[in-house]
């Protein structure tokens, strides 16, 4: 009954699972119609990254020039496909310091991550695309621009990335500049690791 009833909000919002927001011991989580954990924030430090996987997704920060590093990344720019809880943007915002650009397709993700998550509305180094992520890497502006690229790309279900081609990968291969890196997650309940990797 529940998930019928699911089913009907997402139908009636375009397909998009409703989002919803829990809270305990300190950390408020975001999900997407489900039980499953899209994001989360610990309210004490609301711009450090709480989840492991999350911290994972900067490993891209492990291959970057140790001059780049010790001049605070000048002339670097991140891309996040996918906003989820905004533990990614706001750490390369208020930490790393760098232009940020953001790709979600579902705008009530965007509203409760400015709302509940504490994603500044408007900041000067923060790009917000409300669209399809798929379509979007498409765009020439961010051609060989991109220095750090993390695809976070989940439906409601959390089953495997919902993007998950050659011609995808090929795609955010040509964003990225020649000392750029690509962290992709590809936690999932389906056994997909094999084809994501090849």
């Not at 020039?65 to 000048?74: K, T």
């Not at 936690?187 to 997909?192: D, K, L, Q």
């Amino acid at each position: 009954m529940l998930s019928r009833l699911r089913r009907k909000v997402a139908s009636a919002m375009g397909g998009l699972p409703e989002v919803t927001v829990s809270e305990a011991s300190g950390v408020r989580t975001l999900h997407l119609g489900t039980v499953w954990v899209q994001g989360s924030m610990r309210l004490s430090k609301p711009n450090d990254i709480h989840l492991d996987y999350v911290q994972r997704m900067l490993g891209g920060l492990l291959f970057a020039p140790e001059a780049d590093l010790a001049a605070g990344l000048p002339g670097w720019r991140s891309l996040q496909l996918g906003l989820g809880a905004a533990a990614l943007t706001k750490f390369s915002l208020m930490h790393l310091k760098l232009p940020t650009a953001v790709v979600e397709i579902n705008p009530q993700v965007l509203a409760v991550c400015i709302n509940q998550f504490k994603l500044p509305a408007a900041h000067p180094l923060l790009e917000v695309r409300l669209g399809d992520a798929a379509q979007l890497v498409q765009a020439a502006d961010w051609l060989g621009q991109i220095d750090l690229l993390q695809v976070d790309l989940y439906d409601h279900e959390a089953a495997a990335p919902v993007l998950d081609s050659a011609d995808f990968y090929s795609a955010c291969r040509r964003l990225l500049t020649p000392r750029g890196s690509l962290a992709v997650n590809l936690f999932g309940r389906a056994n997909s690791w094999p084809d994501s990797m090849a």
